[in-house]
């Protein structure tokens, strides 16, 4: 399958720095991200989905201003927590799903511990 | 709106034994039915997936899934488990075009025990 690497696998930021998260597709081109959070034991919940150049559309309860979405390229996309508090600790995990594609790949995930 | 529901959040057997694992969606329009799997603190690999023809599917580490219309339902089998399925399980749907965002189940967490 197609890979794509998620970069920092584990992060530790103090609350009230901001933190970016890198996510890229090595073998193919991305039109469509999703970035999804992941909290202890639970679910993956999207929070948004973005297409290349143009901007993401983040899903009810997110904040946008918070969680910054840069789709800038077909393999890179980025995603930084602003002012990180201790309540967004939490494992994010990219998405890619390439054109015409039925399947989407995954990153790595990153954990991220705010203290 | 799709929706996913894993009926068992956790599910101990021992190795060697077989497994089930249980899925039901519900959708008002075609779907496409993945199963995925995560180890700690990775992300998720595609072990299934259905986008249509037969019912049964095969995927790697010896797991297969049937799709069954009727019961609107997509469980996941292994007939003999080794301790390093020990895992966490997503079933997921997405709608019948390429592009459409995944909806996970709950997930169900596998505990294989020797």
């Known amino acids: 399958g197609a890979v794509v690497s998620q970069h920092p696998s584990r992060v530790i930021c103090k609350s009230g ?9 090595l073998d193919f081109q991305a039109t469509t991200m999703f970035w999804y959070r992941q909290f202890p034991k639970k679910s993956l919940m999207l929070m948004a989905t973005s ?7 983040y ?31 939490s494992f994010y995990i990219c998405s890619f799903l390439g054109t015409g594609e039925t399947e989407a790949f995954f990153g790595q995930g990153t954990r991220l511990t705010v203290v | 709106a799709q929706s996913v529901t894993q009926l068992d959040s956790q599910v101990p ?21 993945f199963w995925y799997v ?9 072990l299934l997936k259905y986008l249509s023809g037969s019912t049964l599917v095969k ?30 399980y997503f079933c997921a749907v997405s709608k019948e075009n390429a592009g459409n965002m995944l909806t996970f189940g709950g997930g169900t967490r596998l505990m294989v025990k020797p």
Do not use: M, W
């Open chain 1, 17 to 25: 720095t901001s933190v970016k998260i890198e996510c890229r597709s």
């Open chain 1, 51 to 57: 297409n290349e150049g143009s901007k993401a559309t």
């Open chain 1, 59 to 89: 899903e009810q309860g997110v904040e946008k201003d918070k969680f910054l979405i840069n789709h800038a390229s077909l393999t890179l996309s980025t995603l930084t927590v602003t002012s990180a508090h201790p309540e967004d600790s």
């Open chain 2, 13 to 33: 057997v021992f190795e060697e034994a077989p497994v089930e694992l249980r899925c039901n969606y519900s959708s008002s329009v075609s779907v496409y039915l």
């Open chain 2, 38 to 46: 995560q180890y700690p603190n990775q992300g998720l690999q595609l």
């Open chain 2, 59 to 88: 995927g790697i580490n010896g797991f297969e899934a049937e799709f069954n219309k009727s019961q609107t339902s997509f469980h996941l089998r292994k007939p003999s488990v080794h301790i390093s399925d020990t895992a966490e």
